[in-house]
């Protein structure tokens, strides 16, 4: 996947919340400001990353989202 046209992420910034484009194994290949925020990182440092390495996602016991509602697997 390429990155999008510049429009689209200029689009995307302006989203209040946080977009993320994910491949079909699961590699992060778009990631708009707001969604690094999230993750207290930023966009380049997520590119190309796991998306459930580079957001670790829990319930309010502490139980990974991803067991229950990983997609790829």
Known sequence: MR????QVGALAE???DGL???DH???IKFVSTRAAQLVESYPDA????????AFPLHDNEGR?????ADPWH
């Open 3 to 6: 990155n999008p046209p510049p």
């Open 25 to 27: 194994v699961g590699l």
């Open 64 to 68: 990974s989202w991803w067991d229950y």
């Open 20 to 22: 993320l484009v994910v």
């Open 46 to 53: 997520l590119m190309d990353r796991p998306v459930r390495e």
């Open 14 to 16: 302006l989203l209040p």
